[in-house]
């Protein structure tokens, strides 16, 4: 374990040198300058969860096929006392994993999170597992917060093509973005309002006819469903 003082220096200025928020740490075992990620740089990247901790050198930049990169590294430090799998609290920790984790992109360049999490094994059932993580869900390698920037630019008047590019993704995870996101709107059809208004309406002419089917609620003008066409056999 390190034990010594720490000092903060508040961005020294040097000709030829970066401005940077650094500490020293004097003890007898080691005395070097760290580079620490404080509050605000978290709050910036979105990255305040307080399980996260940030490594000594955190960021890491690197141009992957011509494409600018930003690695951000850190540990995520937040125990796991119960097993997913039979609830018994036997958990023991069985060494460490890293996950990559895709971050809303920052100043236009593509920012990947590096995160250390530790896996526990449970004695009873002997299965792995490990903790949740606020950022990420279970078994996904993009971010909560970028999901939700997508789902924003799924609503603007822009190709899905285009949302790929800018924010790195495949058109795939654009569509499974749109998929969840449309099952949250889906209309019951178990029901019907009590006003129900039906009208056709000129739309893209495909093979089954020129005209749509659209039918809304009389009384709060919401759209229930929009059919492709107007006949009886959809």
């Not at 896996?119 to 606020?134: A, D, E, H, I």
């Not at 822009?158 to 749109?178: A, E, G, N, P």
């Amino acid at each position: 374990m390190l034990v010594g003082i720490i000092h903060q220096h508040d961005f020294v200025y040097k000709s030829g040198q970066k401005k940077r928020n650094t500490c020293m740490i004097k003890s007898p075992q080691l005395n070097k300058e760290v580079f620490l990620m404080d509050y605000y740089t978290k709050k910036l990247l979105t990255l305040t969860d307080k399980s996260f901790i940030a490594d000594e050198h955190w960021l890491e930049e690197k141009t992957i096929n011509g494409i600018p990169h930003h690695f951000i590294k850190g540990t995520w430090t937040k125990p796991c006392h119960t097993c997913p799998h039979c609830h018994a609290k036997t958990l023991i920790k069985h060494g460490t994993y890293q996950t990559k984790t895709l971050l809303p992109k920052f100043r236009q360049i593509k920012t990947v999170l590096l995160l250390k999490r530790t896996r526990y094994r449970c004695k009873t059932c002997l299965k792995t597992c490990s903790s949740s993580c606020s950022l990420v869900d279970k078994h996904c390698c993009i971010s909560k917060e970028l999901k939700q920037l997508i789902a924003l630019d799924l609503t603007k008047n822009i190709s899905r093509k285009h949302i790929c590019q800018d924010h790195f993704v495949s058109d795939v995870t654009v569509q499974r973005v749109l998929d969840k996101y449309t099952k949250q709107v889906k209309p019951s059809f178990h029901y019907l309002p009590k006003v129900l208004c039906i009208d056709e309406f000129k739309s893209v002419t495909s093979h089954l006819g020129k005209m749509s089917f659209i039918c809304v609620d009389g009384l709060t003008h919401r759209i229930i469903d929009v059919l492709p066409s107007r006949q009886l056999d959809l």
